[in-house]
T-cell receptor, first 115, second 116 residues
């Protein structure tokens, strides 16, 4: 496999469920990101991990909990979500160096529906 | 703070005609600018970027973009549109004075519809 792989592609969950989204990158990058994409809104950066440390957390509710066990894997743990959390969740990766010009490599997304 | 504006929710163009998707930005200093494309049920794909140098940047699938510093714009263009170009297009900006990781700020996207 190459690139950035996200699983599952589709997830339907109730508000009391606990589920996780998984992202794996095969590009040798050392920075990984979670973005939220809602209809007709700009992409919202949720979390950034660089060298396996969380470096950004953009006021995301605690019902979203990220985990980065190594530089190739990123998880988003979901608990007690609300219907307004329904969206496409995108994972991305990049190489974190001073020479990085900023290009991100995205996965295909996990479409989450909260009932 | 950096920001991006894509003033059009949707752009309609006939196949074979030139297309333009507009983007303006706000950032302190000299920006890094990007265009990404998203096809239905897919993630975002990188199209092109402006870092420095020539104001006209060429990218994938025949697309190009022109950086205009005085107008703080980075409009995406293609001389002859194809039906297969129909997709959602995102403009993004990054302040290069930031950290090594890529905190891009994206616009809300513009849907391009190319009719046969």
């Amino acid at each position: 496999e190459t690139g950035v792989t996200q699983t599952p592609r589709h997830l339907v969950m109730g508000m009391t469920n606990k589920k996780s989204l998984k992202c794996e990158q095969h590009l040798g990058h050392n920075a990984m990101y979670w973005y939220k994409q809602s209809a007709k809104k700009p992409l919202e950066l949720m979390f950034v991990y660089s060298l396996e440390e969380r470096v950004e957390n953009n006021s995301v509710p605690s019902r979203f909990s990220p985990e980065c066990p190594n530089s190739s894997h990123l998880f988003l743990h979901l608990h007690t979500l609300q219907p307004e959390d329904s969206a496409l969740y995108l994972c991305a990766s990049s190489q974190d160096t001073t020479a990085n010009t900023g290009e991100l490599f995205f996965g295909e997304g996990s479409r989450l529906t909260v009932l | 703070a950096q920001s991006v504006a894509q003033p059009e929710d949707q752009v309609n163009v006939a196949e074979g005609n030139p297309l333009t998707v507009k983007c303006t930005y706000s950032v302190s200093g000299n920006p890094y600018l990007f265009w990404y494309v998203q096809y239905p049920n897919r993630g975002l794909q990188f199209l092109l970027k402006y870092i420095t140098g020539d104001n006209l940047v060429k990218g994938s699938y025949g697309f190009e973009a022109e950086f205009n510093k005085s107008q703080t714009s980075f409009h995406l263009k293609k001389p002859s549109a194809l039906v297969s170009d129909s997709a959602l297009y995102f403009c993004a900006v990054r302040d290069p004075r930031g950290s090594g990781y890529s905190t891009l700020t994206f616009g809300k996207g513009t849907m391009l519809l190319v009719s046969p």
